[in-house]
C-alpha cells in the first residue's frame, strides 16, 4: 500500500503540474495583454461579476455571478480579426451572448483608431444593437448588407471593421469546431502502433531473443523513429500539449506512445520509452557497442552527483518557460528535434552532437546527465516494494509548488486588473 500510494502521489505530481500550465495558458491565450473585465459588461450582464476562460475553440469567457454561476459569455474580436483594419487601426470588439447563445449586444474593448470615430461608434446605440437576438450562428453566417448594417456617419470605414470583425470571429470559431477532425488511424499511426509491439516484445520477451535481436532493432529504431518519422517525446511537445491540447484525433499513434512511455514504467517498473523506442538512447548505446574499452572514461562519485542534477534544473526551467510564456524554444534544450534534420536548430544539432560525443567517453552520457524528458518518465516509474519517498520526489513537490505560484500570481495580477476582490 505504501509503495501504490507513492506512485499515485508521483502521477498526482505530473497531472497537477500539467493541469497548472494548462490553465495559465488559457488565461493567457484568451486574455493577452489587454484583459477583459466583468465591469465592462454589466450593463449587458447586471450580475456580471468575474469572467473565465473558455478552453474550447471559441476562445472566449463565460461570464459568472459572484456565486459562480454562469450568466453568459462574452467573446472578442481581437487578436483573431487583427488583419481587419479601420480608418486608422484594429478595433477589439467584444460580443457578449446569453446562456442560450444569443447576443446581447456589441461593446468597445480597445481600439487604434482615431479616439474620435471610436467615441462615434460607441454613442451610436442603433449600430451596437444590430446584432442583438442572433444566435452565434446566425451571426457568423450573417449577410451585413442583406441585414442593413452601415457604417456608422463619419466613423464609416471603423465600424465596418467593427462589423467585419464580429462576423469573421464568430466564423472563425465556428468553422473551427466544426472542422474537428475524426479520429482515425493513418499509416503512421499504424507504424508507430508496430513499434510499440516490438518494443513491448524487446522490454518483455524472452532474454535471449531480446539479446539476439538488439542491435538490428535498434539500428530500425534509429532509422524509422528517428530519421524517417522524427516521432519522438520531448519537453517541446509535452509543453506544447499542456498548453495547447492534446492531439486526440490528429496523432492518436503518438499520443498511445506517450501515454505508454508513461503509464508502463509505472505500473511494471521497466524504463519502457528510454531503453526501448527512444533513438537517441539507441545511437548511445550502439556508440558504446564500438567503443574500444580503453577509450571509456570512469567519473568519480562527486562528479556523477555534480552532473545528475541537470536533468532536473532542466525540467525547472521548462517549467518557468511554461508558465511564464518565455520566448525561449525548448526544442534546443533536448537534441529530439536534430533527427529532423531539414528543420533541426543549431542548439538542437549541438546538443545532440556534444552527447553522442559524450556517450564515446561515458555510457549513455546524455540519458544520465543531461535529459530532461528521461528525468520526468524516470520520475514516475515504479522501484517495487523498498520504494520511499525521496529527495526527488521532495523536488517534485516544490516544481507543483512553483507552479501553483506562478499559476495564483498570473490570476492575481488578472483580478487586480478587473477589481475583483
Not at 552527447?355 to 544520465?368: D, H, K
Request: aromatic residues 8%.
Amino acid at each position: 500500500m505504501k509503495s501504490l500510494a507513492l506512485q499515485i502521489y508521483r502521477f498526482a505530481v505530473v497531472v497537477a503540474i500539467a493541469w497548472l500550465i494548462r490553465d495559465v495558458a488559457v488565461r493567457q491565450r484568451v486574455q493577452g495583454d489587454s484583459p477583459v473585465v466583468a465591469g465592462e459588461i454589466v450593463s449587458l450582464l447586471p450580475e456580471a461579476f468575474a469572467l473565465r476562460p473558455d478552453d474550447s475553440a471559441r476562445d472566449g469567457l463565460f461570464v459568472l455571478n459572484r456565486a459562480g454561476r454562469e450568466l453568459g459569455y462574452v467573446v472578442r474580436t481581437q487578436p483573431a480579426c487583427r488583419d481587419i483594419i479601420g480608418y486608422a487601426g484594429t478595433t477589439d470588439a467584444l460580443v457578449v451572448l446569453d446562456r442560450d447563445w444569443k447576443i446581447l449586444g456589441l461593446k468597445i474593448h480597445a481600439s487604434e483608431d482615431t479616439t474620435s470615430y471610436v467615441n462615434d461608434i460607441a454613442l451610436d446605440r442603433r449600430f451596437l444593437k444590430k446584432w442583438n437576438g442572433l444566435t452565434w450562428d446566425a451571426a457568423a453566417a450573417l449577410d451585413l448588407k442583406a441585414a442593413g448594417i452601415e457604417g456608422v456617419s463619419g466613423a464609416t470605414m471603423t465600424s465596418m471593421a467593427i462589423a467585419q470583425s464580429v462576423k469573421a470571429r464568430l466564423q472563425l470559431s465556428r468553422d473551427q469546431l466544426a472542422a474537428r477532425v475524426p479520429l482515425r488511424l493513418a499509416a503512421r499511426d499504424v507504424a508507430l502502433l508496430v513499434v510499440l509491439a516490438a518494443a513491448g516484445i524487446m522490454a518483455f520477451g524472452r532474454a535471449e531473443w531480446r539479446q539476439r535481436w538488439k542491435r538490428p532493432y535498434q539500428i530500425a529504431l534509429l532509422v524509422y523513429v528517428g530519421f524517417i518519422a522524427g516521432d519522438l517525446i520531448a519537453q517541446k511537445m509535452l509543453i506544447g500539449w499542456a498548453r495547447g491540447g492534446v492531439p486526440w484525433t490528429s496523432a492518436p499513434g503518438l499520443l498511445l506512445l506517450t501515454a505508454a512511455a508513461l503509464v508502463v514504467p509505472w505500473a511494471s517498473g521497466k524504463p519502457f520509452y528510454c531503453h526501448h523506442i527512444c533513438p537517441h538512447g539507441a545511437a548511445q548505446e550502439l556508440i558504446s557497442q564500438i567503443r574500444p574499452k580503453r577509450f571509456q572514461v570512469t567519473l568519480s562519485a562527486d562528479v556523477i552527483r555534480g552532473l545528475e542534477i541537470l536533468p532536473g534544473a532542466l525540467l525547472f526551467f521548462t517549467l518557468v518557460v511554461a508558465m511564464v510564456a518565455l520566448p525561449f524554444d525548448l526544442a534546443g534544450l533536448e537534441p529530439f528535434a536534430a533527427y529532423v534534420i531539414r528543420s533541426a536548430g543549431v542548439a538542437t544539432l549541438a546538443v545532440a552532437g556534444i552527447g553522442l560525443v559524450a556517450a564515446f567517453f561515458v555510457p549513455q552520457a546524455y540519458c544520465r546527465f543531461g535529459c530532461p524528458t528521461g528525468a520526468l518518465l524516470n520520475f514516475v516509474r515504479t522501484r517495487g516494494a523498498t520504494d520511499s519517498f525521496s529527495r526527488r520526489d521532495a523536488v517534485a513537490l516544490g516544481l507543483v509548488v512553483l507552479a501553483f505560484v506562478l499559476n495564483v500570481n498570473q490570476l492575481a495580477a488578472l483580478h487586480w486588473i478587473q477589481g475583483v476582490p
